[in-house]
């Protein structure tokens, strides 16, 4: 029988010490890293930086840097003037330092998230490398309320930045590490495993015969002919353990998927609550730079207080259920003793190295496919977002305010997005595969929406995401697609892991994952520097997110998870 399992309580305490989490971390991210901190960032090196060509009128003095008028739009004469701010010997557009800031940080992110992945896989060490990172993260947003633009060292609110970013990515590779145990201690889960154990003879009351050709029936006492209705029950009992053991993998996938949704859900219901909370301060500052730092603190301060039921509810320890009850895995193998914290990030190096050479990739080949496309997807989603922020503060000059309510209502559409989906693919009968292609295209619609402003900008009212009008409609539309996609990928890579190695994978994962795309914001502040129009990223954008495409349709999900399954890492 299985063993090990939680009880009820248990495992309700464990998946809600997940779940408050998920509630605390999420509103970083919605409040601060795809509105506010941009948006902030940009603040920063606008209130320090200069208008071109001559770089000596300030651009504070601007009136784009003024409050906006009743319709939401500062003054159009000051679209043409760029502004740029010196940081050491050059000159850099104030939105493309946002983007830099942001891309920077990620690097640095890929570097801690590697090196934590054989110390988050260890359980006792699992749970404190969530809660340090949860410190670092959210007292580094909440030291925005204590750093003005004016000050002498207001560049140390990149140093803050950089700090929030690696705090909640390094603390989302140990949260997401929980969700193969957790779905797998889901009692729907526990209770068809159960009884497909009771069919393959771990049980008492049936025991599959064995039907080994290669076993001893030569010995006196074995019959010479066997009985039909014995060959009957065998047949039957085969096919009854394959029967459960599809089931036992559609309920494991379905409860990864509900778990994550749910996740994601719940972090969004908290986002929206925080920018409603934020949305006054800003609106009443009338969006200056101390309400966008106001903003990012509080986030901060929400992030460090919610964190306290993860920390009273989350097991230090831990034990995972695999595939068909052939193995329980007590994860707390290592002595204590033995383990030291300059050799686990060496190791993980080195296995880093090891886990991308040829060999180990053709072991788990449909896993690293997925990774590939989740590279391209995850950055070009990402980068959607806070691109369109700063398209929409740049170009189409919205207020503050405007762009909280966008902010509002991305999340609100994505928890009906998260929930939603997973109802209409129980009703379709769809693959998480098919989902997933399926969201991609419908968001690729927002950059080829935003590519055709070129052809609609001058010659008519509306269309081509020229107007702010349209930002609130397609906020709406992504955030729907957004929040389902999310839950999906997360979902969906958990079924491709190995077995006791969640966090190492998540690891890779989280590199490119939601916070942690680099190349994307990199690209688009370079296009934004030299052509001086940051709508031209949209192409950027379009090409990066069709590319994945095929990449994904190219998973073989049944393989990839009998893969991970057998993997066996050789060093």
């Known amino acids: 029988m299985v063993s090990n399992i939680p009880t009820g309580l248990q495992y309700r305490k464990k ?54 008028d009743e319709s939401g739009r500062a003054d159009v004469l000051e679209e043409a003037a760029r502004c740029v701010v010196k940081i050491g010997w050059v000159w850099i557009d104030s939105a493309s330092f946002s983007l830099y800031v ?25 749970k404190l490398l969530l809660l340090c990172f949860a410190a670092l993260g959210s007292i580094a947003a909440t030291l925005f309320l204590l750093l003005p633009s004016s000050s002498p060292v207001w560049f140390l609110s990149a140093i803050l930045a950089m700090s929030a970013n690696v705090g909640f990515g390094a603390s989302t590779v140990a949260m997401n590490s929980y969700i193969p145990s957790l779905a797998k201690e889901a009692p729907e889960v526990v209770k068809v495993l ?3 154990e009771l069919t393959t003879g771990d049980g008492d009351a049936q025991t599959t015969p064995d ?3 290669n076993s001893d029936t030569d010995s006196a006492a074995a019959p ?34 509900r778990i994550s949704s749910l996740g994601i859900a719940l972090g969004y219901g908290a986002g929206i609550c925080m920018l409603i909370v934020a949305l006054v301060p800003v609106t ?60 686990e990030v060496a190791a993980a190096w080195i296995r880093l190295g090891n886990m991308l050479r040829w060999r180990e990739i053709k072991k788990l080949r449909n896993t690293f496919k997925y990774l590939a496309a989740w590279f391209l997807l995850s950055d070009g989603f990402t980068t959607i977002t806070s691109t369109a922020i700063l398209f929409g503060k740049t170009s189409l000059h919205m ?13 609100t559409s994505g928890i009906l997005g998260s929930l939603v989906w997973p109802i209409i693919q129980r009703r379709i009968g769809w693959s998480n595969l098919k989902i997933l292609a399926t969201l991609v295209g419908m968001a690729s619609f927002i950059p080829v929406y935003g590519c055709l402003g070129f052809f609609f900008e001058g010659k008519t009212r509306f269309g081509g995401l020229t107007t702010p009008g349209e930002m609130y409609a397609l906020a709406v539309y992504f955030g729907s697609v957004y929040g389902a996609f999310q839950g999906y990928a997360r979902a969906f890579y958990a079924e491709l892991l190995p077995p006791g190695e969640e966090a190492r994978w998540y690891g890779l994962f989280s590199i490119t994952d939601k916070s942690s795309s680099f190349i994307g914001p990199l690209v688009v502040g370079l296009i934004s520097d030299v052509t001086g129009n940051i709508r031209y990223s949209f192409f950027f954008l379009v090409c990066m997110i069709w590319f994945a495409v095929p990449v994904l349709m190219s998973v073989d999900v049944d393989r990839g998870r009998k893969d991970a399954q057998e993997y066996k890492y050789e060093g």
């Open 399 to 411: 207020s503050p305010s405007s762009l909280i309510l966008i902010g509002i209502l991305t999340p």
């Open 102 to 126: 942001y891309s920077i940080s990620v690097a640095l992110q890929a570097l801690t998230v590697i090196s934590m992945g054989g110390i988050a896989d260890h359980p006792p060490h699992r």
């Open 224 to 257: 010479l002919l066997t009985s039909s209705s014995d060959l009957r029950t065998d047949s039957n009992a085969t096919i009854r353990r394959k029967e459960l053991e599809k089931e036992y993998q559609s309920e494991l996938s379905r409860a990864t998927s």
């Open 211 to 213: 039907l080994n050709p």
């Open 15 to 68: 998946l809600n010490g997940w779940l408050s989490y998920a509630f605390a971390s999420e509103v970083f991210v919605i409040v601060s890293l795809t509105l506010f901190l941009p948006i902030c960032l940009e603040q920063f090196a606008r209130d320090n930086g200069y208008l071109l060509p001559d770089r000596t009128v300030p651009c504070s003095s601007s009136p784009a840097s003024q409050p906006p």
């Open 284 to 343: 009443m500052l009338k969006g200056s730079t101390f309400a966008l730092r106001l903003a990012i603190g509080l986030s901060g301060v929400w992030w460090a207080v919610f964190t306290i039921p993860a920390a009273m509810w989350l097991p230090s320890t831990a034990c995972s259920t695999h595939a068909f009850g052939q193995r329980v895995v007590e994860e707390d193998l290592r002595d204590d003793k033995e383990w030291k914290f300059g050799r």
């Open 194 to 196: 159960e009884e497909l």
